[in-house]
């Protein structure tokens, strides 16, 4: 998958929020169709939620460490 170093979560992050772009705009050509599969967007933005989530955690393993 990806290993510790802060480039490879970096690369990580940015092939994600492509990702996640990418689904938005899935998304929002979906919701804006005359017939929206609701199901199928309701899985997409469940998906696009989880794909946020790694990327906070992603984003919060760059964060060094304080110590107090």
Do not use: W
């Amino acid at each position: 998958m990806y290993t510790k170093q802060p480039a490879d979560i970096a690369l990580r992050i940015l092939e994600l929020k492509t990702e996640h772009r990418d689904l938005d705009e899935i998304i929002q050509e979906m919701v804006n169709s005359r017939h929206p599969d609701m199901l199928k967007i309701t899985r997409l933005k469940k998906r696009k939620l989880r794909l946020k989530d790694t990327i906070a955690r992603l984003e919060s393993l760059l964060i060094p460490d304080l110590d107090a």
